[in-house]
């Protein structure tokens, strides 16, 4: 029998949603944020080109003061940074006492700051971002040291790997989606549910803590991981109780101090989990990771995993139940496999899956941008970037141009398909996962892990929209979280 929701936590989860002081909730921002993107901003010029160089000076501005743009990104996201775009062109300097960066657009500016031929740029940019929550993990080490680790952690999602995976992802998928989720109610939840879905499998997957099993242990955990998730987006980025930033911080030590009570015996026995694979990798010259850099890579590749698969089934099943038509389409590349047990080669049958997800990361980009730093004076596109200037792209921008795409609003899964192949129209017309030596490492087993819990979640349910033209507004206070939880009703086939 599937759950039921509670009225009374139903409406107090309700209450919560709309106190909570956020730029995209608190009353008269909608206003204050058409006034500010109507505002012309004083410029300035970043720093003068070197004489003789023929390069040009990046101008910006510094919005307003203290809190910069923060306003219209965190309420528009990629919407407000296209805007700056199409108005101030591919380099554009944004200034702000929390994160003062030259913003490089389009997908020109994409490539040339993902390829890093000449290695002008440093991962070290994301420090202020989410250095002191996730220091140690892949993303911000760079050149030798980001292959050492990374050559290592490589055995982790090799294709044997993966393969032991694809079982896990489904059997905690099928319990859930079976037992845990309200049918026939417009109140239920999309995002809070499939965000503890995806906890339970990565709680499986990458901790070897059977679903289930541990409640209270496997809760604690995967609350510091929600909570050091956001704590990056902070206004205020000291370590003041009861903000943010503080929480994240003493989240970090919760998942400190949980690793390395079990790292022990994970390295005594070895098992399928990626915990224990981590403990037991070594590349070709037998190096091994130690304790701590093991406990880093955990903490990293937990949030990493069910951060962005969370974010792409939740787009995914707005746009299905908005579009039921897709729906069917999927249920069709569903029935060819069947309902048995799930292996990878069931799952790398599902092509239409494929066209859908990647226009779901289209429309709604997981990480919608990647930070860098400039090591040394260096050009962008013909503009001087002087060394130790944060850089940041913006792929998801070029997701929604319409010289690379065609109506880009509208969601259409078939752009990714023979003959028109419209995210090659460009190397970096569509670049969800990032680019270049840094591109992400999981990719393959997230694909996997949509794929499993979407294949189970339409062959149970109809997906429905809460009421005729609904749609969800997104906080992108980090990555995009829907404001209301975004309801789904799911109306059982059988």
């Known amino acids: 029998m599937t759950a039921t929701i509670s009225t009374p936590q139903y409406l107090l989860d309700q209450a919560r949603r709309r106190i909570k002081p ?287 698969s969370t974010s792409t089934m939740t787009t995914m099943a707005y746009h299905l139940a908005a579009n039921p038509e897709w729906q069917d389409r999927l249920r069709e590349d569903s029935a060819r496999i069947g309902d048995g047990p799930l292996d990878i080669e069931a799952l790398e049958k599902l092509e239409t899956y494929d066209l859908v997800i990647n226009e779901s990361l289209r429309l709604q980009t997981p990480l919608p941008f990647n930070f860098r730093r400039a090591v040394r004076d260096t050009d962008l596109l013909g503009y001087f970037i002087p060394a130790g200037t944060d850089v940041v792209t913006w792929p998801s921008i070029n997701h929604r141009l319409p010289e690379l795409w065609t109506d880009p609003e509208r969601f259409d899964p078939m752009r990714f398909a023979e003959p028109r192949n419209e995210h090659k129209a460009h190397r970096y017309a569509f670049a969800p996962f990032g680019g270049g030596a840094h591109k992400c490492i999981g990719m393959v087993f997230g694909q996997l892990e949509v794929k499993a819990v979407m294949h189970r979640l339409l062959s149970r349910y109809r997906l429905e929209l809460p009421h005729p033209g609904y749609r969800p507004r997104w906080d992108y206070g980090g990555m995009p979280v829907p404001v209301d939880g975004m309801p789904v009703v799911l109306r059982p086939l059988t």
């Open 22 to 308: 956020t730029p995209v909730t608190m009353p008269g921002m909608g206003v204050l944020e058409k006034r500010l993107k109507d505002k012309q901003w004083d410029e300035f010029v970043l720093a003068d080109p070197p004489a003789g160089s023929d390069l040009k000076p990046i101008r910006g501005d510094a919005g307003l003061p203290i809190i910069g743009h923060m306003i219209e990104i965190f309420r528009g996201g990629p919407d407000f940074v296209l805007e700056m775009y199409q108005k101030h062109g591919p380099v554009y300097y944004i200034k702000s006492p929390a994160l003062s960066s030259v913003m490089a657009l389009g997908p020109d500016a994409t490539q040339a700051v993902f390829s890093n031929r000449d290695k002008e740029y440093s991962q070290r940019a994301w420090d202020p971002v989410i250095g002191p929550f996730f220091e140690g993990g892949l993303m911000l080490f760079d050149g030798e040291e980001h292959m050492f680790h990374r050559r290592i952690m490589q055995d982790a999602f090799t294709r044997t790997r993966l393969t032991g995976y694809v079982p896990h992802v489904d059997s905690v998928a099928s319990a859930v989606l079976a037992n845990d989720w309200a049918t026939d109610d417009p109140r239920f939840l999309f995002h809070p549910a499939i965000k503890k879905l995806t906890l339970d499998i990565a709680s499986e997957v990458f901790m070897g803590v059977p679903a289930g099993t541990d409640r209270k242990l496997v809760t604690t955990v995967n609350e510091a991981f929600a909570t050091t998730t956001r704590a990056g987006n902070a206004i205020i980025r000291k370590p003041v109780p009861p903000l943010s930033w503080w929480r994240g911080l003493k989240a970090r030590q919760t998942l400190e101090d949980y690793f390395a009570g079990r790292i022990a015996e994970k390295r005594r026995v070895e098992s399928t989990d990626m915990f224990s694979v981590l403990c037991h990798s070594a590349d070709e010259d037998g190096q091994t990771f130690t304790d701590a850099q093991i406990i880093s890579h955990m903490i990293f590749l937990m949030m990493a995993a069910h951060d962005t």
